[in-house]
T-cell receptor, first 114, second 115 residues
Framework: DGGITQSPKYLFRKEGQNVTLSCEQN?????MYWYRQDPGQGLRLIYY???????QKGDIAEGYSVSREKKESFPLTVTSAQKNPTAFYLC?????????????FGNGTRLTVT | AQTVTQSQPEMSVQEAETVTLSCTYD???????LFWYKQPPSRQMILVIR??????QNATENRFSVNFQKAAKSFSLKISDSQLGDAAMYFC????????????FGQGTTLQVKP
């Protein structure tokens, strides 16, 4: 079955370390997205990519970086510059030009930085 | 800028009863799409229902239906015959071509279902 795989489910890091969250999809979707979820704030967009080798900043991109070298993969790096990295991170994918179609989400990664 | 607002942080309903979750949005566009997602304790995001702005008919999916009021920019979700498995956080979301396919989410409403 097609879907989106995020790994790991839980991630623990020390402050000052960079960490990379994995997101892989086999839905043949062109577009991929990273969202951050904090209590009481809904989901906020970090970065998105509509095509391989191209990506754009979302609303809260500071302290994060991404790459899109393959259609299937969109890893997110949380750098030491991110002031408050502890959060739940969700990756999503969708058909770039079919806006009536929903985004599909992975199961998320809970990142804890101490 | 497009915004989505869910003004009810928490709601509760008795099992088998009906509950309505509110959502309003702000946009100047005419072509857009609205969605309700459910996030149970597992935190998996599950699509509940979708609505195209150009369609006047309200969408329905089994026990879930929407009341789409385009002029009022309102998109409420009605859950009929509530079940214990409906307990979750519900997010209203907006998507449009102008936003390059991004989903804009409301803050979410936590629904409690009482047995």
């Amino acid at each position: 079955d097609g879907g989106i795989t995020q790994s790991p489910k839980y991630l623990f890091r020390k402050e000052g370390q960079n960490v990379t969250l994995s997101c892989e999809q086999n839905l043949n979707h062109d577009a991929m997205y990273w969202y951050r979820q904090d209590p009481g704030q809904g989901l906020r967009l970090i970065y998105y990519s509509q095509i391989v080798n191209d990506f754009q900043k979302g609303d809260i991109a500071e302290g994060y970086s991404v790459s899109r070298e393959k259609k299937e993969s969109f890893p997110l790096t949380v750098t030491s510059a991110q002031k408050n990295p502890t959060a739940f991170y969700l990756c999503a994918s969708g058909q770039a030009a079919r806006y009536n179609s929903p985004l599909h989400f992975g199961n998320g990664t809970r990142l804890t930085v101490t | 800028a497009q915004t989505v607002t869910q003004s009810q942080p928490e709601m509760s309903v008795q099992e088998a009863e009906t509950v309505t979750l509110s959502c309003t949005y702000d946009t100047s566009e005419s072509d857009y799409y609205l969605f309700w997602y459910k996030q149970p304790p597992s935190r998996q995001m599950i699509l509940v229902i979708r609505q195209e702005a150009y369609k006047q008919q309200n969408a329905t999916e089994n026990r879930f239906s929407v009341n789409f009021q385009k002029a009022a920019k309102s998109f409420s979700l009605k859950i009929s015959d509530s079940q214990l498995g409906d307990a979750a956080m519900y997010f209203c979301a907006y998507r449009s071509p102008v936003l390059a396919g991004k989903l804009i989410f409301g803050q979410g409403t936590t629904l409690q279902v009482k047995p």
